[in-house]
């Protein structure tokens, strides 16, 4: 029969293949006598074979006509080539695998090639390493985090990271990631940092990774944000005397836990008091020095005396001559202000709520004896938070549900309110836990209302102008039983949460990320794993213990260091 030329090739899944007049044909038996069957791969209804000599030179028969749609392409003949001799011969794990193509096209050959078939080469060089490397992961013993420049510099044996040099790649990998709600087995790439789509890196910018960390099996989250935290190690955020100092150690501090941002909340205090905290408490990115602020959380003073709480009754207020109240206790500059917390049965609160809603600030309806309607009324005007569910406002009744019925009020918009909830234990029975998960399981904030005495030991400590005790892993006002807040840490509070709910891992998760974020509104660059979001993230254990917690794509705090 006529002599034809066979190249021999791969198919994409690695197996034995030829190409002859363009055509590619996949091997699909071995005779006795030796010889190789081949079959058209080019389309599926193909019924074209070719059989070779057992060596795949020469072609012995052929049977039947091609019956493929499409005609045969020397172009992408080449291009399957091209991959496969990569694939083959380079074991150059230096060069990124877009340079490696242009190294190979630089010799001449393949000339024919076009952008799209170097795309897809450099593609399937990565796609192949990538498989390799699972065998380089598996010789790493796991709970320590590995990271290796690429070119085979170790930079760190303790998992510590600093990405010093701009522009610089780094690929977080042996880890499952929270990700649109699933937990999923994948890469976590940082640049610069900020979070990065690896697809478009290699597609369009032709790189691969600069650093790799192995995760040893961690699971990956957006960091933790706390919108209600009153102070901790010591420290309360109503301290007037060095309040940068005191705002500085709980941020350093808590990175321990996992939150890579928070709201420093200042509870019912004097007006000269907020007139000292808000100016100077002021938001900013986090780092190595401590999480980042979103801005201050201002629970009181304009609240019911009650349902006060720990709070200094002497000290709340009301708003009667509206706004101008308002200002006359925070001051008139309220930039760094995040989150207030108000009374919504208050004469003029829908007037106060859009006026500060006005202006950026996010109004929570709390410490309050609200009915539902009240409520309602609260929420249209522009709240769109409940502070610590159940704690401090009227319990539920099958007449009058309250601040609580705002979870299924059908008066008020689909998508709010969201609600905090202390998950602690103490502050709300795991039934109520179970009972708000299962009613609005999207709208929960995890919070740790944590306060000065989160990290002391038992006894007293000042608490704003009152004095607490702390007994076991409760904390009350000196002489009675009434909670002062939470010594509880987020990573504490997400674990009961799973515990109590089995929500699962990644619904308890998203209730202290996603959730928290959403409400603010800064999910475009806070509490996801998604493209182009900051990179804070954390690792954990399965028993949802932080690992290590990461800020800007930095390492800032481990607990391997830690220990």
């Known amino acids: 029969m006529e002599e034809m030329e066979v190249k021999h090739t791969e198919t994409n899944r690695g197996n034995k293949a030829i190409i002859v007049d363009g055509y590619v044909y996949r091997k699909i038996n071995t005779l006795k006598n030796g010889n190789i069957v081949y079959i058209c791969s080019v389309s599926k209804t193909c019924k074209k074979s070719l059989t070779t000599d057992s060596d795949g030179i020469n ?36 060069k990124s695998p877009a340079a490696v193509v242009k190294s190979a096209l630089s010799r001449g050959e393949d000339s024919n090639l076009e952008d ?35 070119d085979g510099h170790t930079i760190s044996q303790n998992g510590e990271v600093k990405m010093s040099t701009l522009g610089s790649i780094f690929k977080y990998t042996n880890c499952r990631l929270i990700r649109g709600s699933d937990l999923i087995t ?38 933790f944000i706390d919108v209600q935290i009153n102070g901790a190690f010591g420290e309360d955020f109503s301290n ?53 602020i979103l801005g201050l959380h201002l629970e009181g003073p304009f609240i019911s005396k009650e349902k006060k709480g720990a709070h200094d009754v002497d000290l709340i207020q009301t708003f009667n001559n509206g706004m101008s109240d308002v200002t006359n206790i925070y001051g008139d500059d309220l930039s760094n202000v995040a989150i207030v917390t108000l009374a919504p049965e208050l004469e003029r609160s829908a007037e106060v709520i859009r006026e500060l809603v006005s202006r950026g600030i996010k109004v929570s309806v709390g410490h309050s004896v609200a009915n539902l309607i009240q409520g309602e009324e609260a929420v249209n005007s522009g ?20 601040l609580i019925g705002l979870l299924t009020s059908k008066r008020v918009p689909s998508d709010v309110p ?25 709208g929960m904030v995890l919070v740790t209302d944590a306060i000065s005495a989160m990290g002391l030991p038992e006894g007293e400590h000042r608490f704003g102008s009152q004095t607490m005790e702390i007994k076991g892993n409760r904390a009350v006002i000196k002489g009675t039983q009434t909670l002062c807040g939470s010594i509880a840490t987020m990573e504490m509070c997400v674990q009961h949460l799973r515990k109590s709910t ?44 932080v690992l290590s917690t990461y800020i800007g794509g930095e390492l800032v705090w481990s607990r391997q260091d830690s220990e």
């Open 116 to 150: 799209r078939d170097i795309r897809n080469a450099s593609m399937a060089l990565y796609r192949h390493r990538r498989r390799n490397l699972v065998t380089v992961i598996e010789s790493i013993s796991p709970p320590q985090v590995q990271i290796e420049r690429v």
């Open 186 to 223: 994948d890469d976590l790439w940082v640049r610069d940092g900020i979070i990065v789509n690896p697809e478009e890196i290699f597609f369009q910018e032709r790189l691969s990774a600069d650093v790799v960390v192995d995760c040893g099996g961690a699971i990956i989250c957006a960091g």
């Open 59 to 94: 072609i012995v028969k052929s049977r039947n006509q091609h019956s493929c749609k499409n005609e045969p392409s020397e172009r992408k003949a080449e291009a399957r080539q091209l991959r496969v001799r990569l694939k083959k011969q380079t074991q150059d794990y230096i």
């Open 383 to 402: 709240a769109t938070f409940i502070t610590h569910l159940f704690n401090a406002m009227l319990p539920f009744h099958h007449r009058d549900p309250g």
């Open 418 to 442: 969201f609600y905090g909830v202390i998950s602690d234990g103490i502050h709300t029975h795991p039934a109520a836990l179970r009972i708000a998960y299962r009613v609005d399981q999207r």
């Open 502 to 545: 089995k929500c699962g891992t990644v619904r308890a998760l998203e209730a202290a990320t996603f959730h928290p974020a959403h409400f603010l509104g800064i999910t475009d660059r806070k509490g996801t794993l998604d493209f182009g979001t900051d990179a804070d993230f954390i690792l954990l254990d399965d028993d949802l213990k």
């Open 240 to 292: 007037t005397d060095n309040i940068e100092d005191c705002v500085s150690k709980v941020a350093s501090g808590i990175l321990a836990h996992g939150v890579t941002s928070f709201c420093p909340t200042i509870v019912t205090s004097s007006g000269s008091t907020y007139k000292q905290v808000v100016p100077r408490v002021k938001k900013r990115n986090g780092s190595e020095e401590g999480s980042g």
